[in-house]
């Protein structure tokens, strides 16, 4: 079951953290969330798995920047998130998808327990100028069943900035 947006409201400083919250974000059954002002770029043009993978950071202007089709940039919410009871979900906004922009490419499942900022997974279909402070994507909740294990990721859980992918860290205890 998907939480309204007056159960998402209600149960805020419960079983949902939204930092910061306004009101005027929240939907009918789904609170959107905003792109912070910083951008990674892995440095290479062929990534591997088993590697860490170098990343440089772009800051995007107030005017904005415009990002380059068949590239992956990688943002964060503008929020910091703690989802406790609940699993938290992640969509792109259809507006924003509108204009060919997809902002969580395949990581929009999050897990009962997370805590931190959502790193996004932005590409685009043709060249397009954003912002910071845009509302790109939404968050929105599912109810859980049965027993479960919190989320507790060294990988993931309570970072502070973008994350670039940490799958080589996967193959270290192989």
């Known amino acids: 079951m998907i939480l309204s947006g007056k159960e998402i ?14 009101p ?3 939907n009918p059954n789904s609170y959107n969330l905003k792109l912070y002002n910083e951008l990674l770029v892995y440095e290479d ?14 800051i995007i202007p107030e005017e904005g920047i415009v990002l380059e089709p068949n590239k992956l940039y990688l ?3 503008k929020e910091y998130t703690r989802t406790e009871n609940l699993v938290p979900m992640l969509e792109g906004r259809s507006s924003i998808g509108r204009l060919g922009l997809f902002i969580h490419v395949t990581a929009g499942f999050g897990d009962v327990g997370f805590s931190g900022y959502w790193t996004l997974e932005i590409h685009c279909i043709q060249p397009i100028r954003i912002y910071p402070d845009i ?17 507790s990721s060294g990988k993931y ?7 670039p992918s940490l799958l080589f860290k996967d193959f270290e205890n192989k």
């Open 135 to 151: 509302e790109v994507c939404q968050i929105y909740y599912h109810s859980i069943e049965g027993d479960y294990e919190k989320y």
């Open 75 to 77: 943002g964060r919410t």
């Open 24 to 26: 005027k974000q929240l």
């Open 9 to 22: 409201e209600n149960r805020l400083e419960k079983d949902i953290f939204i930092e910061p919250f306004n």
């Open 157 to 163: 859980q309570n970072n502070t900035g973008i994350q």
């Open 45 to 58: 043009n062929i990534l591997d798995m088993k590697k860490e993978n170098k990343a440089k950071s772009i």
